[in-house]
């Protein structure tokens, strides 16, 4: 089994920073990309940003300049940096993996539970 657990939401006023963490656990062989994405009240689930396991990025227009998006492979683990938060960014952030639970087995993708970052402005 294979679980992504977030962790770093909150609320904040426009203009601060948060950092979210994403931990994957469990029977993970090798993990390829992991990704943010967001969701707020009425709209579609969004990429926010994404990272290969060589570390190349990509992410959304919205957010360029402002996030980063990091990970530690050693840890399992995917990080999002969000500075000069805006009240648009308010939504429930996921965290998005592809991997390997063998050498065996074929990519799945995993979705964590989310976490909620409120803005104000």
């Known amino acids: 089994q294979v679980q992504l657990v977030e962790s770093g939401g909150g609320l904040v006023q426009a203009g601060e920073s948060l950092r979210l963490s994403c931990a994957a656990s469990?029977?993970?062989?090798?993990?390829?990309?992991m990704a943010w994405y967001r969701q707020a009240p009425g709209k579609q689930r969004e990429l926010v940003a994404a990272?290969?396991?060589?570390?190349?990025?990509n992410y959304a227009d919205f957010v360029k300049g402002r996030f980063t998006i990091s990970r530690d492979n050693a840890k399992n683990t995917v990080y999002l940096q969000m500075n000069s938060l805006k009240p648009e960014d308010t939504a429930v952030y996921y965290c998005?993996?592809?991997?390997?639970?063998?050498?065996?087995?074929?990519?799945?993708?995993?979705w964590g539970q989310g976490t909620q970052v409120t803005v104000s402005s």
């Open positions: 998005n993996a592809d991997l390997k639970r063998s050498f065996y087995s074929y990519d799945n993708t995993y």
């Open positions: 469990g029977t993970i062989f090798r993990i390829n990309a």
């Open positions: 990272i290969t396991s060589g570390a190349s990025t």
